[in-house]
């Protein structure tokens, strides 16, 4: 089974930045990966995803144009480049990743692979 380890979260000012990283534990049976995140009284919304193979980005609403996924494939990591961040995107983040092809980027039901999460907290 493929372990994911989220880490990066913290305190981060508003108009800031932060960075998270997931390290999976291989990715030779992995076709994507993404983020979800759940905030206080909320349902896990989907923040993005990036088909691991090639490299193809996709992103929620609330989060275009300012968060960007990239991949390192040499360490099996997928990072979350979060800019100017508002207080609105406090949430504990996730990372997924299935061994699935034909998926729906923002189901969390096709994502299998599951990582504890890592706490995000914006101050204004």
């Known amino acids: 089974q493929v372990q994911l380890v989220e880490s990066g979260g913290g305190l981060v000012q508003a108009g800031g930045s932060m960075r998270l990283s997931c390290a999976a534990s291989?990715?030779?049976?992995?076709?994507?990966m993404g983020w979800f995140r759940q905030a206080p009284g909320k349902e896990r919304e989907f923040v993005g995803a990036?088909?691991?193979?090639?490299?193809?980005?996709y992103y929620g609403d609330s989060v275009k144009g300012r968060f960007t996924i990239s991949q390192d494939t040499t360490r099996n990591t997928m990072c979350l480049q979060m800019n100017s961040p508002k207080p609105e995107d406090r949430a504990v983040y996730y990372c997924?990743?299935?061994?699935?092809?034909?998926?729906?980027?923002?189901?969390?039901?096709?994502?299998?692979?599951w990582g504890q999460g890592t706490q995000v907290t914006v101050s204004s």
């Open positions: 997924e990743a299935t061994p699935y092809w034909e998926i729906s980027e923002n189901n969390p039901t096709d994502y299998p692979y």
């Open positions: 990036m088909r691991w193979s090639t490299g193809n980005l």
């Open positions: 291989d990715t030779f049976s992995i076709y994507h």
